[in-house]
């Protein structure tokens, strides 16, 4: 509602505290967020997630390379809780690596998708007509070839090696997993600024003269974007997944990098008889895949008062 | 009704030229030698690549290379590989066994998830309605791989229920646990969308209206609610189908189901890129057929879309 | 008075007859987070065949919770049924199981929404959602009961029935989608029909055919009408008796040319001062100032006291039961009397 009433109504209430005067949507969305369990589970799982992503080495004392083949395969022991993988390293260590690039390549690929189909989607949205047209349909091309098939055109046709330096291999990843989720935040984003834009106060700074540029910066970018973040923030855990199956499939992340697919990857192989191979880092996968999309769905449901 | 189909069918048009243009451009034009890879460890003949370079007429400009490409796939040639098989026959041989898969998977989506929807819809904040929330973000949560290699390590190869392994034999009951595997995150979706939708429209007036009609219980559920939420559920199935068709690499890889995604998966392996692009491109054409019939099923469903 | 006393046994009217339908002292409250609202407190009003009840009131006065209450389509949870009795002809309905109710509902009483767009199921065609009457209740062949539906739709004046039993609710416009509403309400011949605002959603001249078609249907079927409304403007030709309601309670009931001629409620008083009338042309219209009171905090006393303008210290203590005023007049106001005689000057605030 954009009746101005309710900040009035919470003024008079509270006085003294300017920081209480205006109860606004994000300040209520906060409130009901730190009540509920789902978010604050998932919260912690973020947190400890990306903790470890950025310092590993807070985590465990080992590099992932130091493996020794003679402790090959060797199951969960008090010296290493987690066992050996094939190659005699320590999975511990080697799932607390694995989360950098696994969480970087999900964040990374988020923060693509972000600025690709958040632009082309505000651009379509706000200046409608045949740029919202063009924009749209080459949404549909890019929606119409699936995640995963895509991605495996784009590494499948840029093969790299060992040799390939770790950031580079990322980087391809990301960018095919970017080029084909951009339409997902597109659309959302094209909807949201086209709710945004019928706003009165919208078609009121247009009416005084508000010029383009401004006018998306200062008003539509503020008050749309809250649903393309809740999208995004799900996201992130579909395409930690992806990165996780293309290394599966050996076309994703290449080692020497250490990633959680990969590592689940090379426990195909010992599965029956070193099942600790792929227990742990397919935990440690599923449990921040989980955390991702908790975490969305909590600031969805918050975000939206239909909902409640 | 006639020209909603019209509409969808011109509509279509773009996508496929779009999508099959892009796959081009990613196979053939980027910059970089477009034959890394793409005849296993060794670099390719070089007859092989005079003949490919003549049949993808890679000398020509991008868009006259590209329009002949697109005459090739309209005429059914798909292309060959380095060692002389046509990718259209290979494909042919596999997509059988594909499609039985998916249906297989169908079932589950349709018996479980739409049961499980069901059963949650009708009694929200149950134990049972929590019992579906919880297990289906935790399924959505795991990635198919790892829920494959965890089910086949019990299922088939410690307790011996099913077959660990499909093989040659591509039987339902051999396909029954890969195609609970490929169905495992849609039906966690199907669940959730059947209840939403279920819970919502129980709400709807006219659901009301038919309790005043006097209708008894089973009609106002099962008729008058049902028809109405399940029409987004069958479009999620529907396009999930045509995802399902292309979208079975793991899972085939693992149980070696003898499909298209395993002959992709092999092909990877072998590092056979063009017979992973051109399946992908068949398969992707798929996508988009039977997401144009999943649109006409919806515009049938729902009056209101068809009917303008 | 009579409505407040209880009874479990059919009880005849004044003129020994059972009437058609008897509501008594009905109570329903809708249980939500934030506490316990209190919609519907002891309202009582009888309706006798061919008789049309206009039930009037404010959003939020009870008068549509009491229809759905009537007809048993609560939404409940939240909604709750906690006190009462709803009698068609001399069988109380909240007494019976679910499935023996369900027996009176479109076949015995039958009801009318205001949105007529989403009280129709947006899949099915109209006929197909008229015949369902027929099929369900009298297990009429497909055939037979499509005959019929094009009948029904005949009678509700739809031009072209034929061609447009096939079509969906969203072809239609808002006036003929309320007579498809109507066509299935009357399907079954019902004793008592129920209309929820049936013309809220409509163009003025589309209420005026509406309510012309409900009067004729009415007086050609001898049915009871319980008509609800918002103003008094709209069932002032069709009306034969009037309930007004406010805060989930009946503030005054009378024969609808006595309360236009001189109401006997001060909230009645505001609610015909605020209709727009010819011969008052030029002057101010005056609206009833203030908010209705929140159902889930009722203050003491007498509801409607904060907005009243003729408030007394007695208001504030005294919830004024509903009694009789004049003979055939009731009213719950501690100065019905003086209201009703004009006697009274408003409290200056």
């Not at chain 2, 609610?225 to 045509?242: E, H």
């Not at chain 3, 008897?22 to 609202?37: I, K, P, S, Y």
């Not at chain 3, 208001?315 to 003086?338: M, T």
């Amino acid at each position: 509602m954009a009746d101005p009433t309710p900040p009035v109504v919470a003024q008079a209430e509270a006085p003294e505290t300017t920081e209480t005067t205006v109860r606004t949507l994000g300040r209520d969305a906060w409130h009901d967020l730190v009540r509920k369990p789902t978010f604050v589970v998932s919260a912690v799982l973020f947190v400890f997630f990306v903790t470890i992503a950025i310092a590993p080495g807070l985590f465990t004392s080992l590099s992932p390379t130091d493996c020794d083949l003679a402790l090959s395969r060797q199951g969960p022991s008090s010296a290493a809780w987690f066992g050996y993988d094939n190659n005699g390293c320590d999975v511990y260590t080697h799932t607390i690596y694995g989360a950098r690039a696994s969480i970087m390549v999900g964040v990374l690929t988020a923060i693509g998708v972000l600025l690709i189909g958040g632009i082309t989607g505000t651009i379509a949205g706000f200046y409608g007509r045949a740029t919202d047209t063009v924009v749209s349909r080459l949404g549909d091309i890019f929606f119409g070839i699936p995640l995963l098939l895509g991605a495996l055109i784009v590494l499948v046709s840029f093969p790299g090696g060992a040799d390939t330096p770790e950031l580079v291999t990322i980087s391809k990843v990301v960018l095919a997993l970017a080029a084909l989720g951009w339409p997902q935040i597109m659309r959302i984003t094209r909807s949201s600024v086209l709710q945004v834009r019928s706003a009165d106060y919208v078609q009121a700074a247009r009416a005084l003269g508000a010029g383009g540029v401004r006018m998306i910066l200062k008003h539509i970018v503020p008050n749309s974007i809250a649903p393309v973040i809740v999208v995004a923030t799900i996201a992130i855990g579909g395409y930690i997944a992806a990165e996780a199956t293309l290394s599966f499939l050996g076309v994703g992340l290449q080692p020497p990098v250490v990633s959680w697919g990969l590592a689940i990857s090379r426990a195909q192989d010992y599965v029956r008889t070193s099942p600790h191979m792929l227990l742990f880092p397919a935990s440690a996968l599923s449990l921040c895949v989980l955390a991702f999309i908790m975490l969305g769905d909590a600031i969805r449901d918050a975000l939206d008062p239909k909902l409640r | 009704m006639g020209r909603y189909v019209a509409r969808r069918l011109l509509q279509m048009i773009p996508v496929v030229i779009g999508t099959t243009f892009i796959i081009y451009a990613l196979v053939w034009a980027l910059p970089g030698d477009p034959f890394a890879g793409r005849c296993g460890a060794r670099p390719c003949p070089a007859a092989y690549v005079a003949e490919m370079t003549d049949k993808y007429n890679l000398d020509d400009p991008l868009p006259i290379a590209y329009l002949q490409y697109f005459g090739n796939l309209l005429t059914g040639d798909f292309g060959e590989t380095f060692q002389g098989l046509s990718v259209g026959e290979e494909l042919l041989r596999a997509y059988p066994t594909t499609v039985r898969l998916a249906l297989v998977a169908i079932a589950f989506e349709i018996l479980i998830g739409i049961g499980a929807g069901i059963l949650a819809g009708l009694r929200r904040g149950s134990f049972l309605d929590n019992l579906v929330l919880v297990s289906t973000l935790v399924v959505v949560s795991i990635p198919v791989f790892v829920i494959g290699s965890v089910l086949q390590l019990f299922l088939g190869m410690r307790w011996g229920i099913f077959p660990a392994t499909v093989g040659g034999d591509a039987s339902l009951y051999n396909l029954i646990l890969p195609g609970f595997v490929l169905a495992a995150l849609s039906l966690a979706y199907v669940a959730r969308l059947t209840r939403t939708s279920l819970a919502e429209n129980r709400r709807a007036d006219y659901v009301r209206t038919a309790v005043a009609k006097g209708m008894p219980q089973r009609r106002v559920i099962g008729i008058h609610a049902m028809r109405n939420s399940l029409i987004p559920v069958i479009t999620f199935i529907g396009a999930d189908f045509g995802a399902l068709l292309g979208g079975a690499i793991v899972t085939e890889g693992i149980f070696n189901v003898p499909g298209v995604g395993n002959l992709i998966f092999r092909s990877i392996t072998a590092r056979d890129g063009v017979m992973v692009t051109g399946a992908v491109t068949v398969l992707v054409l798929v996508f988009l057929l039977v997401n144009l019939l999943v649109d006409l099923v919806y515009g049938w469903l729902d009056p209101r879309i068809s009917h303008g | 008075m009579a409505t407040t006393q209880a009874g479990i046994v059919p009880r005849p009217d004044q003129a020994g007859v059972t009437p058609l339908l008897e509501v008594e002292d009905l109570h329903v409250e809708f249980r939500t987070r934030d506490g316990v609202a209190k919609a519907v407190n002891g309202v009582s009003y009888t309706l006798h065949e061919g008789e049309t009840l206009a039930v009037l009131g404010e959003s939020g006065s009870g008068k549509s919770v009491t229809a759905q209450a009537i007809m048993g389509i609560l939404d409940s949870p939240p909604g709750f049924v906690t006190g009462g009795a709803v009698r068609f002809r001399g069988q109380d309905l909240l007494a019976l199981p679910d499935d023996e109710r369900r027996a009176y509902r479109g076949r015995s009483i039958s009801m009318i929404f205001q949105d007529a767009l989403s009280a129709l199921n947006p899949v099915f065609p109209v006929g197909w959602q008229i015949a369902e009457m027929f099929r369900v209740h009298e297990g009429l062949s497909k055939k037979d009961a499509r005959k019929r539906a094009i009948e029904l739709m005949e009678q509700v004046r739809i031009p072209a029935a034929r061609e447009r039993v096939g079509d969906y609710p969203h072809q239609f416009s808002g006036g003929m989608r309320q007579r498809i509403m109507i066509a299935m309400a009357i399907a079954l011949d019902p004793d008592v029909l129920i209309a929820d605002e049936p013309t809220t959603a409509l163009d003025v001249t589309v209420q005026a055919q509406i309510m012309q078609l409900l009067a004729d249907l009415q007086r050609d079927r001898n049915m009871g009408l319980i008509l609800i409304a918002h103003d008094l403007g709209v069932v002032a030709d069709v009306a034969d008796k009037i309930e007004v309601m406010y805060s989930g309670r009946i503030m005054e009931q009378a024969p609808v040319h006595d309360i236009y001629a001189a109401p006997a409620h001060p909230y009645t008083k505001g609610l015909l001062e605020s209709i727009p009338r010819v011969d008052l042309k030029g002057q101010e219209l005056s609206a009833i100032k203030g908010l209705p009171p929140n159902l889930t905090n009722i203050p003491a006393g007498c509801e409607f006291r904060p907005r009243c303008p003729y408030a007394r210290e007695i208001c504030k203590e005294q919830r004024p039961p509903l009694a009789e005023v004049v003979p055939g007049r009731f009213s719950a106001c501690h100065f019905a009397q003086e209201v009703l005689e004009g006697d009274i000057e408003p409290v200056q605030q």
